[in-house]
């Protein structure tokens, strides 16, 4: 269906379903569910200042959305249950045409919650929670259409629904807006890359120490590049890029004042759907090969390395210690399986449980964030030898992201492959765990695996743009 036409007959049944006063008259939320024509292509979400992409291309699930009804914007020790208590606001939802109302409220928080500044480079508080006034979903062959806003006695229907309609048109318009103007081609794909190398070895080397002194068991270091965005960079192109490479992943994009939180997670933090519970524990990583039996037989070793192994063993171990109280039945295998990406292969392990009555995603988010995959053991004593010991402000990165609904189910991924995108640079993230047999150089080397993700990621959202060059660390071994 032409745009022009869909948003006419939109007009139309708004206008005729707020056409009773009370719905707006009253305070509180206000939520209408539509059916609509399904979405071919994805949304250009460059076009909007304040939106979100969220998709699971394996399951053929995608959500838009733009602009925001803020629920909570918070910090600090008790963050995970003041975001709770802002779930209790009054909201009403209509669905004429029983399209099943679910997971609507957005969710996303910071690495660390008493970093006031996690989520400044990229305008994001520390821990968010929020409605989108225009939310596209796609399932399969179905899309609806979500919109809402806050109501009361001074609210105008007809403003209202023009701001619904303009801002679905800036999402399914063309995404011509995103093409910035040509650069000097000679500046088309500069990179600034530090040498963090022997700064990275230094940290290492002080957590290797921590942990034959016993402080620590596990602590997990990360690092960041900046590069320049190539030119006739496109986030639309990222993104379909992304979606058949990492089909059975979590892929996001979240744009607010100018600046794109951008990435792809292989690792739910938690699931949890009318008390039934899963979450992937991902710890110990290779890299991939071309050569398929190349590729096996780094696999093979990945899955019988004692340090690898033990790695894996501590990130399992204390999830479920931290879901015990809340869970029953919990159920992982013995033997991690290996999770296989285009740029590396982790140990992976699911675990699964049944979650007492009454318990909500987020207490249990607050149970298991930081997991020992991406802060340390034991946790306290992890994250206060980060703070002590030069690891950089993370924002976002390892944090996690995704949606809610008020009856306490929701699923969250945890913000891994990712970069923060301006008009003009990204900086990109990545880190590795380090446990007792870790060596210094080769944790470098998995961060720099881990970074292809969203390096190629880049490339292929400038139209084209040529491939970088090769990035060559001596990492004291023969070629």
């Known amino acids: 269906m032409p745009i022009d036409t869909l948003l006419r007959e939109l007009n139309r049944r708004l206008h005729a379903l707020l056409a009773d006063p009370p719905l707006t008259r009253t305070g509180g939320i206000l939520t209408l569910c539509l059916a609509i024509p399904p979405q071919t292509r994805i949304p250009a979400i460059g076009n909007c200042s304040d939106c979100l992409y969220w998709s699971r291309p394996s399951l053929q699930h995608q959500r838009v959305g733009a602009g925001r009804i803020t629920l909570v914007e918070t910090a600090g020790a008790k963050r995970f249950e003041q975001l709770e208590q802002s779930l209790q606001e009054d909201w009403r939802m209509l669905d004429p045409d029983c399209t099943g109302v679910s997971d609507l409220v957005f969710c996303g928080f910071a690495f660390d919650g008493d970093d006031t500044h996690a989520g400044a480079s990229a305008g994001f508080a520390n821990s968010l929670l929020f409605i989108p006034e225009v939310l596209v979903e796609q399932r399969a062959e179905h899309s609806r259409l979500v919109v809402s806003c806050r109501t009361g006695n001074h609210c105008d229907v007809g403003t209202i629904i023009d701001n619904w309609l303009y801002r679905l048109r800036r999402l399914l318009s063309p ?34 120490l921590a942990i034959d002194n016993g402080q620590l068991r596990k602590v997990v270091l990360s690092r960041h590049r900046r ?76 899955r019988h390395s004692h340090k690898t192994l033990c790695e894996h063993r501590l990130v399992v171990e204390d999830i479920v210690r931290q879901l015990r109280p809340y869970c029953r039945g919990l159920v992982y295998p013995q033997q991690p399986d290996i999770l296989k990406l285009p740029a590396v292969q982790h140990l992976h392990s699911r ?11 987020l207490q249990l988010a607050a149970r298991l964030h930081p997991t020992a995959a991406t802060g340390g ?30 009856a306490g189910d929701g699923e969250l991924a945890v913000i891994l492959r990712c970069a923060v995108l301006g008009q003009r640079q990204a900086t990109l993230y990545a880190g590795a765990g380090i446990v007792a047999g870790s060596d210094p150089q080769q944790e470098f080397l998995e961060t720099e695996w881990k970074l292809q993700t969203m390096l190629a990621a880049l490339r292929a959202g400038g139209d084209g743009a040529p491939q970088l060059p090769a990035q060559r660390h001596d990492t004291g071994q023969a070629p």
């Not at 530090?194 to 290492?204: A, G, N």
């Not at 990435?263 to 990583?285: F, I, K, W």
């Not at 994250?383 to 944090?399: A, F, K, N, S």
């Open 227 to 302: 590069v320049e965005l190539p030119d006739h960079f496109r986030l639309r192109d990222t993104l379909a890029w992304l979606a058949p490479r990492y089909p059975d992943c979590t892929l996001f994009a979240l744009r607010h004042a100018g600046q794109t939180l951008l990435g792809v997670s292989p690792e739910n933090l938690l699931t949890l759907d009318r008390q039934r519970l899963h979450v992937d524990a991902v710890g110990g990583t290779t890299e991939r090969s071309a050569d398929p039996v190349r590729d096996r037989q780094l696999a093979a070793t990945l």
């Open 175 to 208: 995404a011509d807006a995103e093409r910035p103007a040509a650069r000097d081609p000679r500046r088309l794909w500069p990179i600034s890359v530090p040498d963090d190398r022997h700064r990275w070895i230094e940290r290492v080397e002080e957590a290797l």
């Open 351 to 361: 675990i699964s449980g049944q979650a007492r009555v009454g318990t909500s995603v």
């Open 377 to 406: 053991l034991p946790r306290p004593a992890a994250l206060d030898w980060l703070r002590c010991h030069g690891e950089p402000q993370r924002g976002w990165y390892t944090g996690a992201l995704g949606w809610l609904n008020t």
